[in-house]
């Protein structure tokens, strides 16, 4: 007899992002049922079988779903979204806009119908304008339709200043806030190692550098793999946060949020930082900018409404 918790985990998506998610959820016993969901024809069921035998070696009790049926992902707790396309060489974010906003509004319609109490983590790209749709598609409270993209990039930030230091990336802590894009805001008087600061470490320059292999850090690998996008670290990032929501864990971590007021916007999906526990984000928290960070933040700001217009100029909202 399983003694996990009797929750609901759906994954809706089951490629790279979407079946290393289940994955990562099982070794962790999140939930007792954990459901992916693809339109492809037994593919999630086959990487559900897969998983499922991976149980009596790694000695998780969960069991992974594999579906193409809707209904099956009915009274999820949470909802960790990965369904769409990843980008190709040569392609920004933004290209994806009106293909995974076609996906996105799809995915809302089974959600908003079978999980109405869920907590949604959004993860398909452009990130912030698909968390905007998401939201407005489902209706539900902004705290519980959240986008992750800065656990991710905090966390290629905190590899590069590893590797730069010396120091073991168990010791790092970096904050990357803003757009999941080009404009995405690495904040460096934010980031240590075990209460050391960065900049009493390395050098202003090699700081620039690593926060500019941050910005390009998905571009970075897109292009090594020619075809796809990154999934492991990105997997890792979203389980993080189901994991804090599903066990009322209140960690802070950084997340596409809607903010009302916080950093001088409103009514906009931005990366802030943010407690994570049941019902999704429970504070939205405000920290001292620098005269260079707070402009920044306008420009990422102004890049995600950019963004959110073309969404609208398609019709998508
Ligand atoms: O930081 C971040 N937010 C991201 C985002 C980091 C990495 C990847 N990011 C984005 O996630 C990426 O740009 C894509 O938009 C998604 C998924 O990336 P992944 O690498 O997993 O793409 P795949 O392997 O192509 O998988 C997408 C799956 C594929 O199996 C499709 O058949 C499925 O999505 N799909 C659907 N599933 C369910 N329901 C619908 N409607 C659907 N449409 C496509």
């Excluded at 929750?7 to 939930?31: I, P």
């Excluded at 960065?198 to 550098?209: F, M, N, P, Q, T």
């Excluded at 020619?226 to 009322?248: C, I, R």
Aim: proline share 4%.
């Amino acid at each position: 007899m399983s003694n996990i918790p009797q929750r609901k985990l759906t994954v809706v998506g089951g490629g790279y992002v979407g079946s290393t998610c289940a994955h990562l959820a099982a070794l962790k016993d999140l939930a007792r049922e954990i459901v992916l969901i693809d339109v492809v024809e037994d593919r999630p069921q086959g990487i559900a079988l897969d998983l499922n035998q991976s149980a009596a070696v790694e000695g998780f009790q969960s069991e992974i779903i594999g579906t193409n049926d809707p209904e099956d992902t009915y009274d999820s707790d949470v909802v960790i979204v990965t369904a769409g396309l990843p980008r190709k060489p040569g392609m920004s974010r933004s290209d994806l806009l009106e293909v995974n906003g076609g996906i996105v509004t799809e995915v809302a319609a089974t959600i908003r119908r079978g999980s109405p109490d869920a907590v949604v983590i959004v993860v398909t790209n452009p990130l912030d304008s698909m968390v905007t749709l998401m939201r407005a598609q489902l209706g539900f409270p902004a705290q519980r339709v959240i986008g992750m993209a800065g656990v991710l990039d905090s966390a290629r930030f905190c590899w590069f200043i590893a590797k730069a230091t010396g120091c073991s990336v168990q010791d790092v802590d970096a904050m990357v806030l803003g757009a999941h894009g080009d404009s995405m805001v690495p904040m460096p008087t934010y980031c240590t190692v075990n209460g050391v600061h960065l900049l009493d470490l390395v050098s202003s320059d090699e700081v620039h550098a690593m926060a500019d292999r941050t910005r390009n850090g998905g571009a970075e690998i897109v292009s090594l793999l020619k075809t796809g996008s990154a999934w492991y670290a990105p997997a890792s990032a979203a389980v993080a946060m189901a994991e804090s929501v599903l066990n009322d864990a209140d960690r802070l971590l950084p997340c596409a949020c809607l903010l009302n007021g916080e950093y001088g916007h409103e009514g906009l999906y931005m990366g802030v930082p943010a407690i994570l526990g049941a019902g999704g984000v429970k504070k939205i928290i405000e920290v001292p900018l620098s005269n260079e960070s707070r402009a920044a933040l306008h420009r990422t700001a102004d890049s995600i409404a950019t963004d959110v217009q073309a969404m609208r100029d398609l019709g998508l909202l």
